[in-house]
């Protein structure tokens, strides 16, 4: 059993954080903790322009809630909204933070995530601690 448990949650289509609670839940020790994660990546150079005032905090405001309802019902819980490089930042709070697990969600990989990489391969091949991935079926 952990006692501190690193939850990653992603906003991209398809991606439900309930099997990775679920998860992390039952690795959880009694009085451990359960953080959530989620890191937004920067807007693109172009893009900000076109952005309207105030865009990256109603964005995070609407993530932070989002996730505090994910955590309701979880005792010891807390919630983190990141910026920048979703592996680096999920990998520097684990470290920072003593996280002894990750639960982070995976697709099952084709030929291009396989070449390029994906956040999920990155984290479990840098992690200092263990890392339990939960595959999502491919989409339909």
Known sequence: MYSNILVTVAYEGGKDAAPSLEIAKALLAPDGQITLIHVMEPAP????SYLP????EEMRGAIEADMARMAEGLDNAAIVVAEGDAAHEV??????QRVDCIVISSHRPGTQSL???STASKVVARAQCAVHVARRPPAK
Do not use: D, N, P, S
């Open 45 to 48: 150079v172009f893009a900000i």
């Open 91 to 96: 990998l520097e709070h684990a470290r920072a």
């Open 115 to 117: 070449l390029l990489g």
């Open 53 to 56: 005032e105030g865009w990256r």
